[in-house]
């Protein structure tokens, strides 16, 4: 089965950086996208930053100029770089990814990882 887990979250603050990981494993033969989300306590789910197959970037107006989405695909991993890190960014984020399996028969479904728990203080 596709697992998604993510790494790096922790305690930091106002404006330190961080990285945080998300490790693809599982019968996975393609992935066409990536992408992190994140959310606040208390408030929705929210897209922070896209990685598509054409290799466009996609994020949120707040988050332009500091966070960054990369990916390594021989090892299945995405990251994102985030910088100038400001306490409106707290929140628990979450990897996710489009991804075709070995017995999916083509077919895409998309994927969650747990999350990663990021609290930056004033």
């Known amino acids: 089965q596709v697992q998604l887990v993510e790494s790096g979250g922790g305690l930091v603050q106002t404006g330190r950086s961080l990285r945080l990981s998300c490790v693809a494993s599982?019968?996975?033969?393609?992935?066409?996208?990536m992408a992190w989300f994140r959310q606040p306590v208390g408030k929705d789910r929210e897209m922070v930053a896209a990685?598509?197959?054409?290799?466009?970037?996609d994020y949120s107006d707040s988050v332009v100029g500091r966070f960054t989405i990369s990916k390594d695909a021989a090892k299945m991993t995405a990251y994102l770089q985030m910088n100038d890190l400001k306490p409106e960014d707290t929140g628990v984020y979450f990897c996710?990814?489009?991804?075709?399996?070995?017995?999916?028969?083509?077919?895409?479904?998309?994927?969650w990882g747990q999350g990663t728990e990021v609290t930056v203080s004033s």
């Open positions: 990685l598509l197959s054409s290799g466009m970037r």
């Open positions: 996710a990814a489009d991804i075709a399996t070995q017995t999916s028969g083509g077919r895409f479904t998309y994927y």
């Open positions: 599982g019968d996975i033969v393609t992935i066409k996208t």
